[in-house]
């Protein structure tokens, strides 16, 4: 390409993408935001003067990752080589161009104008940013850490917030709701017992202790729902976890039961309120805790206690 061709395209894209104003609001600005154009594909221009050929420039909208839609076009063609033919060419200006003189230089013009952007974008307030990532943990094994980037820096829109996200602590809920407030009781079953999970932080995974007791008072009126109660180790005879099903579940109720106890190795008289810890972990795209024995995300339990004798 020789130097007019580039002078014609550097100004090309300095006239569809000079530096932006700043906006005075955050969010998405008008038309979006455009990256620069760039050649794709073939980088050579098959001829050698008069605007005879075009070179194939793309462009994206790097806004679009910030839930920013642009408005004009992603691809056009540029004409390539456009200093006039010499004499004896049998032309100096291929169709549609003319000869004609551009900042001082005698080039095939005019030079395309893009006219598919009908507005003038412009700098958000703080810049646009990417979504966080997933968390993941650190090369030194210390810590949950996310990034996001800014996509606005390339086109000289900085971004004022972090970047990066950092955390000791396992980014799930350190609790679980305590369903006390009778919304998962059912005619049979009703909330009876609960303790929080304790969570670990490396491992981003937590345990509920479920009680495997079979006597809640002296009149024993309540009772957990313990193992053989019913004197078998039938499916009503083994303890009843109730769940607060988490928003991002597909559930026909945000109810939900399961009996995750083996009741093989414990006694059905015992006294010494026998526990089986309860697994969970996090679901670090989600950020809610899931149930390990069938993948429930959840949000809150309890155990359940029978209503009948």
């Known amino acids: ?8 395209v550097l100004l090309f894209i300095s006239l569809a993408s000079a530096g932006l104003s700043a906006c005075g609001t955050s969010g998405c ?10 050649v794709t594909g073939n980088t050579n221009c098959s001829t050698s003067c008069g605007s005879c050929s075009s070179l194939y420039y793309t462009r994206i909208c790097i806004s679009e ?4 839609n642009c408005t004009g076009d992603t691809s ?3 004409p390539c080589n456009t200093d006039v033919c010499a004499y004896p060419s049998q032309k100096s200006c291929c169709t549609p161009y003319v000869p004609m003189v551009i900042d001082g230089s005698y080039i095939c013009g005019p030079i395309p104008v893009d006219k598919s952007s009908s507005t003038t974008s412009c700098c958000p307030t703080g810049g646009l940013l990417s979504d966080w990532s997933l968390y993941g943990r650190n090369d030194e094994n210390t810590a949950w850490i996310r990034t996001r980037e800014c996509l606005t820096t390339d086109v000289g829109c900085a971004c004022t917030d972090n970047l990066i ?4 602590a396992c980014p799930c809920p ?3 709701v305590d369903l006390t407030d009778t919304s998962c009781n059912t005619v049979n079953y009703a909330e009876a017992y609960y303790s929080n999970i304790v969570v670990n932080d490396t491992k981003c995974e937590a345990t509920f202790s479920m009680q495997a007791s079979n006597y809640t008072n002296s009149g024993n009126s309540e009772k957990y729902i313990y193992c053989g109660h019913d004197g078998n180790y039938t499916s009503s005879g083994t303890p009843i976890i109730l769940f607060q099903i988490s928003p991002n579940e597909t559930k026909a109720t945000t ?17 010494a ?8 972990t996090c679901d670090l795209e989600a950020l809610t805790w899931q149930y390990d024995y069938n993948g429930w995300h959840v949000t809150g339990y309890n155990q359940a206690m029978i209503l009948y004798d």
């Open 76 to 78: 056009r063609y540029i």
């Open 65 to 68: 990752l910030a839930g920013c």
């Open 174 to 176: 350190t609790t679980l």
């Open 29 to 38: 600005p008008t038309g979006g935001i455009w990256s620069d154009w760039t």
């Open 1 to 8: 390409m020789n130097r007019i061709s580039v002078f014609i």
């Open 273 to 280: 309120h026998p526990t089986v810890p309860i697994s969970f």
């Open 165 to 168: 996200e950092t955390s000791t």
């Open 255 to 271: 109810c939900q039961f399961d009996r995750p106890f083996d009741c093989g190795a414990i006694s059905t008289e015992s006294t």
